[in-house]
Structure formats: structure tokens, C-alpha cells
């Protein structure tokens, strides 16, 4: 069975990205890329990404000549948009997780999914039972305002705890929708 994972990072306060969606707060924040929860060890567990639009645009923004971040996993953008396709990997769709999933579990091929991000669509993961876990690596930063970590509200029991240099990252387990 093919597991959902949301591995993200946020402010205390609860925000991906500030106001005007820059990642700033996070690139300036020391880690240790061999630490827990390094990003290689997701990898190794991930045969498909999926990110919404705002995501997907900000990593080209960022990219300048650098190639595709992840070109051995097949990448579904969820938008309504015509983006440009910047790697063979990456596949624009749209509509709700749920109609994708038979597609989704197909391309990660016995693999995970990892839920880039934003808080939105992690949320409409979730609500559709496509969300097993969430691993949130928590930055000492506080923006007071931004794009919000998770969206509806949902319970989670927390898994397991570690520092990872200015990080304190927790994991948890999607328990289900709050009521």
C-alpha cells in the first residue's frame, strides 16, 4: 500500500511562506543535510511528489540554471493553469486528490507519495484519506502572517521527536478530521 507523507518546514507560528510566499526565514536557518530527517532519507522512500501551483512556481524562481530538484521521481502539480513543463518528469493536473489516486499510487510504483506542499493541498490530501503522515521541521522564526502550514482542522498524534541543528522536528500520525 502506497503511504502519504506532507515533510515540510514552518515557522513557530505556523507559516510556510510569508506574505509575499518567500522562503527567506527558512534558507537563512542552519542544518545539518546528514542530520534526522534528512531530505536524502525521504528520497530514498518517494517515487512521486505532488505540489500545488504556488510551490512548483516558486522552485522555478529559484532554480535559475540549476536542474530539476527531483528527476528521478515523477512530479504531479496540481493546478488549473497552463506552467511551463520545465523537466520530463512533471505532469500538471487538475482536480481533487481523490481523482488522481489510482494515477498517483501507479507512478510511485510500490514507493511513497510525498505532499510537497503547500498547507492547502496537504489538507485536501488528508481529507480525502490520502495523508498517512506529516513531518514538520520547526524553524526558530516567527513571521506573524503568511501561508498557513495545514489547512481544516484535523487531530495528529505525534510519533517522534529530533533536533536537527536550528530545527526541532516532530512526526506525526494522520489521525483523522477534528469531530
Same mark, same amino acid.
Given at each position: 500500500?502506497?503511504?502519504?507523507?506532507?515533510?515540510? *518546514?514552518? #515557522?513557530?507560528?505556523?507559516?510556510?511562506? $510569508?506574505?509575499?510566499?518567500?522562503?527567506?526565514?527558512?534558507?537563512?536557518?542552519?542544518?545539518?543535510?546528514?542530520?534526522?530527517? *534528512?531530505?536524502?532519507?525521504?528520497?530514498?522512500?518517494?517515487?512521486? #511528489?505532488?505540489?500545488?501551483?504556488?510551490? /512548483?512556481?516558486?522552485?522555478? !524562481?529559484?532554480?535559475?540554471?540549476?536542474?530539476?530538484?527531483?528527476? &528521478?521521481?515523477?512530479?504531479?502539480? +496540481?493546478?488549473? !493553469?497552463?506552467?511551463?513543463?520545465?523537466?520530463?518528469?512533471?505532469?500538471?493536473?487538475?482536480?481533487?486528490? *481523490?481523482?488522481? !489516486?489510482?494515477?498517483?499510487? &501507479?507512478?510511485? $510504483?510500490?514507493?511513497?507519495?510525498?505532499?510537497?506542499?503547500?498547507?492547502?493541498?496537504?489538507?485536501?490530501?488528508?481529507?480525502?484519506?490520502?495523508?498517512?503522515?506529516?513531518?514538520?521541521? /520547526?524553524?526558530?522564526?516567527?513571521?506573524?502572517?503568511?501561508?498557513?502550514?495545514?489547512?481544516?482542522?484535523?487531530? +495528529?498524534?505525534?510519533?517522534?521527536?529530533?533536533?536537527?541543528?536550528?530545527?526541532?522536528?516532530?512526526?506525526?500520525?494522520?489521525?483523522?478530521? !477534528?469531530?
Amino acid at each position: 500500500m502506497t503511504s502519504y507523507i506532507y515533510y515540510t *518546514a514552518t #515557522t513557530l507560528d505556523g507559516f510556510l511562506a $510569508d506574505p509575499n510566499d518567500s522562503l527567506d526565514w527558512l534558507m537563512t536557518q542552519p542544518i545539518d543535510n546528514d542530520g534526522p530527517f *534528512a531530505i536524502a532519507d525521504l528520497m530514498a522512500t518517494v517515487g512521486v #511528489t505532488v505540489m500545488g501551483s504556488t510551490t /512548483y512556481e516558486w522552485l522555478l !524562481r529559484h532554480l535559475g540554471d540549476d536542474p530539476w530538484p527531483y528527476p &528521478e521521481q515523477r512530479t504531479f502539480v +496540481f493546478t488549473h !493553469r497552463d506552467l511551463a513543463v520545465v523537466h520530463p518528469s512533471i505532469e500538471l493536473i487538475a482536480g481533487t486528490p *481523490a481523482e488522481h !489516486r489510482a494515477r498517483i499510487e &501507479e507512478a510511485a $510504483d510500490d514507493l511513497g507519495v510525498w505532499v510537497v506542499g503547500g498547507g492547502h493541498l496537504a489538507a485536501q490530501f488528508a481529507s480525502a484519506g490520502m495523508l498517512d503522515e506529516m513531518v514538520v521541521s /520547526y524553524a526558530p522564526v516567527v513571521l506573524g502572517a503568511g501561508r498557513p502550514l495545514f489547512t481544516g482542522q484535523f487531530d +495528529f498524534e505525534l510519533l517522534e521527536t529530533a533536533q536537527n541543528r536550528a530545527f526541532l522536528i516532530g512526526r506525526y500520525r494522520v489521525v483523522g478530521p !477534528r469531530g
